[in-house]
């Protein structure tokens, strides 16, 4: 009988994952809105369409006497050791769901894995992603026994140079930058956080996810998914008509794609109903009611339903045409 991955082995999974799971999010703050901000609007079309703007927003946390930069210029090796222990938890918990014999040898692991177990859901139907968590393992698990057990490793500023070690065979030196450990422990947490419901997976995310993957290729070894950088926003538009829907999405679209060539671009739209001068309604419409550029959206949806409090930010030279 195939595994049902209910509630109680959810609870199961996180309970065994909660230590590695918390020293990574506090390590890189890894927590939600952190990784997924939600910043004020980045593109603004006035009632001008010819003045559109495009502004960029960025956090910075700076905390004076921050111990996260020193202890990952040390602790390298054990943020990648804990890691990895979150994946063999991971795959541990998968096996026993499925009902395998229970080992604590890796290499019994690897073979299990090998005969395809079911895994949740969320993974098991994004062979991408199954394929992809079990190369993680099969590639990491040599280079934790030589953090653990052997020398053959050197870590600086962040970023790691391991070899494996297995039975005093001494392979090839696999380098892992710091940007890569970052993104390798946001790939595994993020995984885990989606698995048990914590976090929920939207198509922002998933591409996210697989951005990350294909940044993580040399140590998973299967071939790139093409995932260009996901970049998302919300769009704001002053519109004088008498129907928020008459926007052109289109022109949005392409403005997007000049802008940020190499990023695969999503965003919400924001309409604010200008008359006389002033905003009188606004309408907020997420990405998933138009993605499909050849759907026509504006017959399909309920305006109603998407209207929204006008924002306290308006500049009055959004709401004018310039005379010239």
């Not at 499925?98 to 692991?109: I, M, V, Y």
């Not at 595994?188 to 951005?211: A, F, N, P, Q």
Request: charged share 25%; proline share 6%; net charge negative.
């Amino acid at each position: 009988m195939p595994p049902t991955f209910n509630a109680n082995a959810l609870t199961k999974l996180a309970e065994r994952t909660e230590y590695e799971t918390w020293l990574l999010e506090a390590v890189y703050a890894l927590v939600e809105n952190e990784l997924f901000p939600s910043w004020p609007d980045g593109v603004v079309y006035p009632v001008d369409k010819s003045k559109v703007q495009f502004f960029v927003h960025a956090r910075a946390n700076i905390v004076i006497g921050d111990w996260r930069p020193g202890f990952l210029n040390a602790g390298a090796p054990l943020v990648f050791v804990s890691t990895f222990k979150l994946l063999d938890m991971l795959v541990e918990w998968v096996l026993e769901e499925n009902g395998l014999p229970l080992t604590f040898r890796f290499q019994q692991k690897l073979h299990q894995l090998k005969g395809s177990p079911t895994f949740p859901p969320l993974i098991e139907s994004r062979a991408w992603l199954k394929e992809r968590l079990a190369g993680l393992y099969s590639t990491l698990e040599p280079l934790r026994g030589t953090i653990i057990h052997d020398k053959h490793f050197t870590a600086t500023d962040g970023a790691i140079r391991v070899a494996s070690s297995r039975k005093g065979v001494i392979g090839a030196a696999v380098e892992i930058s710091a940007t890569q450990l970052r993104m390798l422990a946001r790939t595994i947490v993020s995984v885990l956080r989606y698995v048990d419901g914590t976090w929920h997976l939207d198509e922002l995310r998933e591409k996210t996810l697989r951005h990350d993957l294909d940044e993580l290729a040399a140590l998973h070894g299967l071939p790139p998914l093409g995932q260009r950088l996901p970049y998302h926003t919300c769009v704001r538009v002053y519109s004088i008509d008498s129907d928020p829907l008459l926007v052109d999405l289109k022109a949005i679209r392409w403005d997007l794609a000049t802008r940020y060539v190499n990023q695969d671009c999503s965003f919400d739209l924001r309409v604010l109903m200008a008359k006389d001068g002033e905003v009188v309604d606004a309408y907020l419409f997420p990405w998933a009611v138009f993605a499909d550029s050849n759907a026509d959206w504006s017959h399909s949806i309920d305006v109603e339903q998407y209207k929204t409090a006008i924002p306290n930010d308006i500049k009055p030279e959004h709401l004018h045409h310039e005379q010239g």
